[in-house]
Nanobody
Framework: QVQLVESGGGWVQPGGSLRLSCVAS????????MSWYRQVPGKQRELVAT???????VYADSVKGRFTISRDNAKNTVYLQMNNLKPEDTAVYYC??????????????????????WGQGTQVTVSS
């Protein structure tokens, strides 16, 4: 079993900063990509930032220059540093991972890749 647990959300005034953390735990063979998404009620979940090993980070245009994604591979942790926050950044932020975990049964000698690992979400509210 693999779990993603986010922390660090909260309320902040416009122009303020928050740092989100997400820890992946469980039977992980290879943690290739970790990403942050966000969602507001009535809208689709959107990609905020993604970090793939060996590649440059990718950001949504709306957060470029303000948000920074980083990873601590030794701790299977991804961070999202959010600066100069705006009211439109208000959303539930979700951590996502693309990783390989040990197979079972017939597939016990294989690593199984999936991008369907999500955290429970953490609320970020930006308002005055």
């Amino acid at each position: 079993q693999v779990q993603l647990v986010e922390s660090g959300g909260g309320w902040v005034q416009p122009g303020g900063s928050l740092r989100l953390s997400c820890v992946a735990s469980g039977k992980i063979v290879n943690l290739e990509t970790m990403s942050w998404y966000r969602q507001v009620p009535g809208k689709q979940r959107e990609l905020v930032a993604t970090d793939t090993r060996g590649d440059d980070a990718v950001y949504a245009d709306s957060v470029k220059g303000r948000f920074t994604i980083s990873r601590d591979n030794a701790k299977n942790t991804v961070y999202l540093q959010m600066n100069n926050l705006k009211p439109e950044d208000t959303a539930v932020y979700y951590c996502n991972a693309y990783l390989a975990s040990p197979g079972a049964g017939t597939y016990k000698d294989y690593a199984i890749w999936s991008d369907d690992y999500w955290g429970q979400g953490t609320q970020v509210t930006v308002s005055s």
